[in-house]
């Protein structure tokens, strides 16, 4: 049984934070023995235009190297439509999956639209790696902030993703638990996750009558977090919520990255009872028998 049956998550020198060209990241997909291959660069809507558009006094001023993310997530789709055209039958068998990972669409609606409705995509992740005005989650100091403060960071994180889950204008909901690589991962601050288990439950139910599904990204596992995104607790809740789809991603920023954890993040979801994994071509789920 092959169990590097999929990345749907990963990223190529067309996001600012990756390092490796898109065509290297297809042929590492090759190498490995990859069925499934979603490049997904990054598309964060509140970062869509340069720096010079916005009031510095008004933007996140941490993440500078985002910015502009109109240009090279279109530049992005243009390429994996290019390397699918004329690579793909040289990657012995690997399907090619064009994809984004959109992030924070609602925090600049138009645009996300614009993006959303690109007739060149196969998969879309939606994101939420920064609260309305605050830098991404990386770049907060937990260690000055009181429980009270992380407490209601993360009330707005679940309530911003719940809104983002009704606009639903995406395949899957990237990793879920996303501030917990910080927070308990980098910081090793404990927080109690079932405080937000209610609105967890909301957001599975909205994206379960909305026909969209949910990923377990593996990079926790590579990092001190040590976990996936959702861990079992989670996956297995939206399993129980009457959740079908589900992707595996390792959220490689490089070559050397690409299909670490998949294994894993493909065993976790047969023990929280799914058969079937999902790809998507034109945003439409084709199930994987595991």
Request: proline letters at 3%; a negative charge; hydrophobic letters at 35%.
């Amino acid at each position: 049984m092959n169990r590097l049956i999929m990345d749907m998550h990963t990223h190529s020198s067309f996001s600012p934070d990756a390092a490796d060209s898109a065509e290297l990241m297809y042929k590492r997909a090759s190498e490995i023995g990859l069925s499934y291959y979603a490049l997904t660069d990054h598309c964060d809507c509140n970062f869509w235009y340069p720096v010079e558009h916005y009031k510095r006094d008004n933007i996140p001023q941490d993440d500078m190297m985002m910015y502009g993310s109109g240009k090279y997530s279109a530049d992005s789709i243009a390429e994996q439509k290019r390397l699918k055209e004329h690579l793909e039958n040289k990657l012995n068998g690997v399907k090619i999956i064009i994809g984004i990972e959109l992030g924070q669409p609602l925090q600049d609606i138009e645009n996300a639209e614009t993006i959303v409705s690109d007739k060149h995509l196969d998969f879309i992740i939606g994101s939420h790696h920064q609260n309305r005005g605050e830098n991404d989650f990386y770049y907060l100091k937990y260690d000055s902030m009181t429980k009270a403060e992380i407490y209601k960071l993360l009330d707005d994180y679940f309530e911003q993703m719940l809104e983002m889950c009704k606009w639903g204008k995406f395949d899957v909901l990237g990793h879920l638990t996303y501030p917990l690589r910080y927070i308990c991962g980098e910081y090793g601050i404990d927080i109690d996750p079932s405080s937000y288990e209610e609105i967890i439950i909301e957001i599975f139910k909205t994206i379960i009558n909305n026909g969209k599904g949910i990923e377990i990204n593996t990079s926790g596992l590579r990092q001190k977090y040590g976990k996936t995104f959702p861990d079992e607790k989670y996956v297995r809740l939206y399993k129980e919520l009457g959740g079908e789809i589900i992707t595996v991603g390792s959220d490689a920023h490089c070559v050397k990255d690409l299909g670490k954890g998949i294994s894993e993040g493909i065993e976790l979801a047969e023990t929280a009872g799914f058969k079937y994994l999902a790809c998507f071509e034109k945003h439409k789920p084709e199930f994987i028998k595991i």
